[in-house]
């Protein structure tokens, strides 16, 4: 499977607003049955810009209207299915925004609008001892953060 997809890094106070899957059985056969953090965002649609999918994603999962600062980067990531490593895998490609939320300026819980996201603000400083993925985001998104050019990773 190929996904491309728009995601937002999200920060306040040296938190990043990370998105998971709260329930506990995956609906979908290719969702792993494992918890673990990621950035917000999602699909882009047919005929849909990369930016207007961020800010309709952050929207739709969590009722805040956002904007984007800036675009940080493109990351690709793929991986297999556990048990078949053979035919099945899904490899993305992840278009990275630096987004704010609009009328957010604190820390505050952001309630659960759809049923298999939900949100929590991480301390910048523990990312690296999180399950976080991909798990080169761990490394490479302080580094975006840092430079003021877009960045493309084809790891």
Not at 6 to 21: E, G, M, N, Q, T
Not at 126 to 153: G, M, V, Y
């Amino acid at each position: 499977m190929h996904h491309l997809l728009s995601r937002a890094v999200i920060i306040h106070d040296d938190h990043l607003l990370l998105a998971y899957d709260p329930r506990k059985e995956p609906k979908h056969y290719y969702e792993l049955n494992v918890a673990f953090y990621y950035l917000p965002g999602g699909h882009i649609e047919f005929n849909e810009s990369a930016e207007a999918a961020v800010l309709r994603e952050i929207y739709e999962e969590t009722g805040f209207d956002s904007h984007i600062e800036r675009f940080l980067g493109i990351l690709e990531h793929s991986w297999n299915f556990p048990g078949d490593e053979v035919c099945c895998h899904t490899h993305e490609i992840n278009l990275i925004f630096k987004v704010n939320l609009k009328e957010v300026n604190d820390l505050i819980t952001i309630f659960q609008k759809e049923d298999h996201v939900a949100f929590h603000w991480i301390s910048l400083k523990e990312i690296c001892d999180i399950d976080f993925r991909p798990e080169s985001l761990k490394n490479i998104l302080p580094q975006w953060l840092a430079e003021q050019k877009p960045n493309l990773d084809l790891s």
